[in-house]
């Protein structure tokens, strides 16, 4: 079965630092690029980055760049969102994505999303 699902959410501080996990398993997701969304209670869903199939190349959201990281350990198939400087407008539900086609580091549409994780919790108390 075709699935991805993301871990490491949780409770934290501003200020603090969070790695998220998405495992992806079932057909052979290191072909495709992996994206970040996030959504926030009452807004809409936030493209938050994206990375290559090959892991070389990233691509942020604007607000993202230099507090987010992303990469991945095709091996394992594991990709890695590492976030620092939290603050309590980070506070979403984290999901990974896939957009099958496409293996390039790019901004991602959420109606073109083929996966979807069922997302991870992150909570940032001020």
């Known amino acids: 079965q075709d699935q991805l699902v993301e871990s490491g959410g949780g409770l934290v501080q501003a200020g603090d630092s969070l790695t998220l996990s998405c495992e992806a398993s079932?057909?052979?997701?290191?072909?495709?690029?992996v994206g970040w969304f996030r959504q926030a209670p009452g807004k809409d869903r936030e493209f938050v980055g994206a990375i290559s199939s090959s892991g070389r190349t990233t691509y942020y959201a604007d607000s993202m760049k230099g507090r987010f990281t992303l990469s991945r350990d095709n091996a394992k198939n594991m990709v890695y969102l590492q976030m620092t400087s939290l603050q309590p407008e980070d506070t979403a539900t984290y999901y990974c994505?896939?957009?099958?086609?496409?293996?390039?580091?790019?901004?991602?549409?959420?109606?073109?999303?083929?996966?979807w994780g069922k997302g991870t919790l992150v909570t940032v108390s001020s």
């Open positions: 079932g057909r052979t997701f290191s072909h495709w690029a």
């Open positions: 994505a896939v957009d099958v086609g496409i293996p390039t580091a790019q901004r991602l549409a959420a109606r073109a999303i083929d996966y």
